[in-house]
């Protein structure tokens, strides 16, 4: 696995790992493997339910709706550095380790885990690409049952605010035309056509955002298309990637999908608003536009 940060690798590193690395590498002292498969709100699935009945073996489960912020009313909000390394402390994740995230759709909320922990500094993470469903499809072996308690590593936030965008940044980007905003969303959801998942949230989106739905990105087997086809995706929605972007979505969980691929094309002047439209389409001060993408 690479080492230091995607800034210092970006032309030839990569934020993923395939089914093959990490099957050579599972058993080794310094890997971990976390599960950070979350579900949207209507979906009638139990993530953690799921992780107990199967599972990658060795795998700890990463609960995105636990690690948050509770002081915050948003779904999942970023955690304080202090929160996020006690829970990391607790689930037995610290210096050290490499760690291998995956979820159970292929690749969704992943990369909003692998997001958290280089917004805490942790740079030695990586997404499996394709996540469980590639590996179960290829037979590798799984696990279930309650998995036995890990012992208490320490683990050394980093915190780089800087990557996080809030909806104060956002108004900002809007007005000064300075700064490209890029929603995960899909399209039916991002021109209002299609109900939100989560109640009383506008319809619609930020005016002058643009539409890059995360499903463009990936491959029919859930992995993420290959760099020349993800900068084609970006290039058809109207983003320029040499210049700032800052990603959205529902509540900050796909839009880390984006940052994933801005990532593996070495484009480093990326934000994620964390709110996203659980923040925005909630507040009567945020401005909503309806139609097209685009």
């Known amino acids: 696995m690479p080492e230091t940060s995607r800034a210092t690798t970006a032309k030839n590193a990569s934020w993923l ?20 498969s979350y579900h949207l709100p209507g979906a009638d699935r139990d993530a953690a339910a799921e992780f107990v009945s199967q599972r990658i073996p060795g795998a700890v489960f990463f609960d995105v709706d636990a690690i948050k912020d509770d002081a915050n009313p948003l779904p999942h909000m970023m955690p304080s550095p202090i929160v996020f390394a006690a829970k990391m402390r607790a689930m037995g994740v610290g210096d050290g380790q490499r760690l291998v995230i995956y979820d159970s759709h292929g690749l969704f909320s992943a990369a909003r885990a692998w997001w958290m922990f280089r917004v805490m500094g ?41 990557m996080v965008a809030t909806c104060a940044d ?15 969303r899909s399209a039916g959801r991002f021109a209002g056509t299609a109900a939100e998942p989560r109640a009383d949230l506008a319809r619609g989106h930020m005016p002058g955002a643009r539409s890059l739905p995360f499903t463009d ?11 020349d086809k993800l900068a084609d995706a ?23 999908v984006l940052n994933l691929a801005l990532g593996e094309m070495g484009c480093d002047d990326v934000r994620l608003y964390d709110g996203s439209w659980s923040e925005w389409g909630a507040r009567d001060d945020c401005p909503v536009a309806s139609g097209g993408p685009n």
């Open 17 to 36: 790992v395939s089914t093959e690395w990490l099957a050579q590498r599972i058993d080794a002292p310094d890997v971990l493997v976390l599960d950070a």
């Open 122 to 162: 942790h740079d030695d993470v990586r997404v499996l690409d394709g996540g469980l469903p590639k590996w179960v499809a290829e037979e590798r072996p799984t696990e279930d049952g309650v998995p036995p308690a890990r012992t208490r590593r320490h683990f050394t936030p980093r915190h780089r605010p800087a």
């Open 170 to 184: 956002v108004k900002a980007a809007l007005d000064a035309h300075d700064v490209q905003v890029v929603d995960a």
């Open 217 to 227: 990105l990936l491959a029919d087997d859930g992995t993420l298309r290959s760099r």
């Open 234 to 256: 970006f290039d058809a929605a109207g983003v320029r990637r040499n210049a700032p972007i800052v990603t959205t979505c529902g509540s900050g969980v796909t839009a880390a």
